[in-house]
Nanobody
């Protein structure tokens, strides 16, 4: 089992920045991808950004150039630096951990990000 603990959400004004963190713990014995998804009210959960064990990254078109995902393998932690935030970025952000070999994945509890003046 893998446990995920997220932090860093909150309320920020348009144009502001936030940094989300997600630390994985438990039985981590193989390579994995970590990422962030988000879900706004009435919408489906969508991928925001992900980073593989090899360092490849993927971003939703809506956040390219504004968000940056990174990982610290020694701490099994992934970060999402969010700049130039917009009201449409308001959502619950969920951390995701996925084994690259086995395919199983785990979710964090979610952290609220609200962009409003």
């Amino acid at each position: 089992q893998v446990q995920l603990v997220e932090s860093g959400g909150g309320l920020v004004q348009p144009g502001g920045s936030l940094r989300l963190s997600c630390a994985a713990s438990g039985s981590i014995f193989s390579i994995y991808t970590m990422g962030w998804y988000r879900q706004a009210p009435g919408n489906q959960r969508e991928l925001v950004a992900a980073v593989t064990s090899g360092g490849r990254t993927a971003y939703a078109d809506s956040v390219k150039g504004r968000f940056t995902i990174s990982r610290d393998n020694g701490r099994n932690t992934v970060y999402l630096q969010m700049n130039s935030l917009k009201s449409e970025d308001t959502a619950v952000y969920y951390c995701n951990f996925k084994w690259e070999v086995y395919g199983d994945n785990y979710w964090g509890q979610g952290t609220q990000v609200t962009v409003s003046s």
